[in-house]
């Protein structure tokens, strides 16, 4: 088994003193049971007890989350006072943002228009922006009310009802000119609404009308933009129409796209931008669909024709026919800032070590092996050299440290967090995330992950622009459940932690807008059709969020994913983000590299997946003092049926769990083999 030598690792630095974090953001176990004992007298109706509950707790960072409780449960009864009150205070938080949308609610439902503009905030959603529009209406400064419609106007999907009173009187007004017309018709079209579209028809001029029923009429078939007797210089509106045609039936078919732009002697009538734009469009879904196919037509266009976009698929459609000089000649061509991205620096470097030119491929090797990233871990394979880890602790002073500590929003959010209030918890997260930037931002991720927030610190960290802190980017949450679930199922632990790192952050109760939930992100379907290969029944969608279950059931995901994939684990990674028909039928004709292969993934969510989970299992191998391996090791080729011999099948598929978890990084630093050390 091959092994890498790592460089740039670092010995973890507790920055925090000792204790600080439980004597800076843990609230008393007192204060949080006399909390609890305030809600329960509330939710019983025992007022008295309620109230002397509060006022013993006039300190506590949940007081808000209690009186907002009580004016909620008595809200038909308020006394405008006593939400004036509350929101002088509290009106900056998530509950006090609450009772606003609330009490504005009702003001407006009550068509209490003085009060309500006397309350109104901005930022509070479009339906009461319209309300606020239309109690100025109301209460006499019509001026004013119509000032701004244009905005709520101008978008490309329906408007909330409240919005109906303020586009009439806006309408009546003569502010609705065709421009502002057509303008919301357009955007209604580009946002895939015709619907809307056909509705707004009705406030066109008769020949503006006349062009949005072409323009309909092609949305519902482009290919009739072969049979046009117009052009683009025609008519002011005739350019968007044709631009719209061609972009809709290009997604549909390029090849036939492409066929029917050629057809015209000259472009359509567009002007220059407008054609290159149109040009540049088809090229790129060329590429993306037909890959080297695309080749000769892509080498037919002009230069202004490409942006770094299409240079790039320019440059993948060159690598599926493992066309390296056309590789080398595209990547020249793009701009200096794509070149120097590492995903380019480590194709070029291949193109020029696959035309002999191994002196320049290496100084570029060497360069991209610097980054901490999948090209930078193939680069350094490439020429032998350490991966570059580059563990550096957060360094934030102690005194920011316990001022961030006292804010009040994350004191907030870190005792919602611990009362299992998650939602809530991350709510007050944005909220304060918002408020903090550079190293404050970075001291809130330190503190999340003293207490074991390890999705929060994560995301801190990268908002604050802070990567080289390993320990917090890539903490060992959860590990010995998934070591023991993957080690079950013989597949890597450091695999499995780099897809619930990937896929949740390791936010136990992460849901997606898809469905899927918990760890690993478990599609409830998938959940249940799974659950009986590992002694499970899934009887409700939430039982997925049960750590156990999730790992479980997605470590057996991994496995079965792994052997159908004949042990390869890029193919085996992309099949758990993307699925395993997908994924097969981006398998080759003929066998191509990993790399290569990785690279013309069709999805970009699919391939930025699959390079990340991969790199994160190299990380993760050395966070869990497990065996480094090197991550060519994981790449053999990509066959047409991705079936490989028995002695190709990696270590992937055959893990013993024999690691020691508990391996500290020291070792990995004086392990034997290492020619240089890499905790400098």
């Known amino acids: 088994m091959s092994s890498i030598r790592l460089a740039g690792l670092l010995i973890p630095v507790l920055l925090l003193l000792p204790g600080m974090a439980a004597a800076l953001i843990s609230e008393t176990t007192a204060e949080r049971a006399a909390f609890e004992r305030a809600e329960s007298a509330l939710n019983h109706g025992d007022r008295q007890a309620f109230q002397s509950g509060v006022k013993a707790l006039q300190d506590y960072p949940l007081l808000p989350y209690l009186l907002h409780a009580d004016l909620n449960k008595r809200f038909s009864q308020l006394r405008p006072s006593e939400v004036e009150q509350f929101l002088e205070r509290w009106g900056d938080t998530p509950p006090g943002r609450r009772l606003q949308i609330r009490w504005l609610t009702q003001l407006a439902r009550d068509e209490d228009w003085t009060t309500y503009r006397e309350h109104y905030r901005e930022g509070l959603g479009t339906t009461l922006t319209c309300h606020h529009h239309t109690a100025l209406l109301r209460t006499g400064q019509r001026q004013r009310a119509l000032e701004g419609v244009e905005e709520l106007w101008l978008v490309g999907r329906s408007q909330p009802d409240a919005c109906d009173p303020i586009f009439n009187a806006w309408r009546d007004a003569g502010r609705l000119t065709p421009e502002l017309a057509w303008g919301r018709f357009s955007l209604a079209m580009e946002a895939g609404q015709p619907g809307l579209a056909r509705y707004l028809r009705r406030y066109m001029p008769e020949e503006d ?18 049979d046009i007797d117009w052009r683009a210089d025609t008519h002011p509106r005739a350019s968007e129409i044709i631009t719209h045609a061609f972009n809709r039936l290009t997604r549909r078919d390029p090849r036939e796209a492409l066929e029917i732009w050629e057809s015209s002697d000259s472009d359509w009538g567009l002007s220059r931008q407008d054609a290159l734009d149109t ?75 696959q035309m002999g030119d191994d002196r320049s491929a290496r100084a570029l090797f060497a360069q991209v092996a610097e980054s901490r990233n999948f090209y930078g871990f193939l680069a350094a394979d490439r020429i032998n050299a350490p991966y570059r880890i580059g563990h550096r602790p957060l360094d934030v002073e102690s005194g920011r440290l316990q001022d961030i500590a006292r804010n009040d929003t994350l004191r907030r959010a870190m005792e919602l967090r611990a009362l ?31 207490v074991g927030w390890h999705d929060r610190a994560i995301f801190a960290a ?73 002694g499970l029944s899934i009887n409700h969608n939430l039982q997925l969020l049960d750590p156990e279950v999730n790992v479980s059931i997605g470590t057996y995901y991994l496995k079965r994913n792994l052997e159908g994939f004949g042990g390869h684990p890029m193919l085996s990674t992309a099949a758990y983000n993307a699925g395993a ?29 699959v390079r990340r989970v991969l790199a994160y299992q190299v990380i993760y191998e050395v966070r869990m003092g497990l065996t480094p391996t090197t991550l060519s090791s994981l790449l053999p080729p990509v066959t047409p049926r991705s079936r490989l011999s028995q002695s190709q099948i990696l270590h992937q598929t055959r893990w013993s769990g024999d690691d020691n978890l508990s391996q500290p990084l020291t070792q990995i630093c004086d392990a034997p083999g290492y020619t240089e050390n890499p905790c400098l």
């Open 462 to 534: 990268a908002r604050a622009q802070r990567f080289d802190d390993i320990d917090l980017r890539f903490p060992l949450a959860h590990a010995r459940l998934i070591t023991e679930k993957a080690s079950a199922q013989g597949i890597n632990p450091a695999w499995a932690m780099a897809v619930a790192r990937q896929e949740s952050a390791f936010m136990e109760d992460a849901r997606s807008h898809a469905g899927a939930l918990g760890l690993m992100q478990i599609m409830p379907a998938t959940g249940r059709s799974m659950a009986p290969n590992v």
């Open 420 to 450: 299992g209030r998650h939602i809530d918890a991350r709510r007050e997260w944005f909220h304060l995330q918002n408020q903090l930037e550079g190293d404050d931002l970075a001291a809130a991720a330190i503190l999340a992950r003293s």
């Open 209 to 226: 009308r006349t062009w949005a029923n072409r323009w309909v009429s092609l949305h519902e078939d482009p290919k009739r933009i072969s």
């Open 581 to 609: 028909g997908r994924v097969r039928s981006w398998l080759p004709e003929d066998a191509v590299p990993a790399d290569v292969w990785a690279e013309l993934i069709p999805f970009r969510e699919t391939r930025d997946y």
């Open 279 to 353: 040009q540049r469009f088809i090229a790129l879904r060329l590429a993306v669909r037909e890959r080297q196919d695309a080749l000769p037509h892509l080498a037919s266009l002009s230069h202004a024709v490409f942006d770094d976009t299409l240079r790039q698929w320019q440059a993948r459609a060159a690598l599926a026919g493992q066309d390296w000089e056309t590789v080398a000649r595209t990547i020249t061509h793009m701009s200096a800032d794509s070149r120097e991205e590492d995903v380019w620096r480590y194709w070029h470097a291949r193109a020029l070590e």
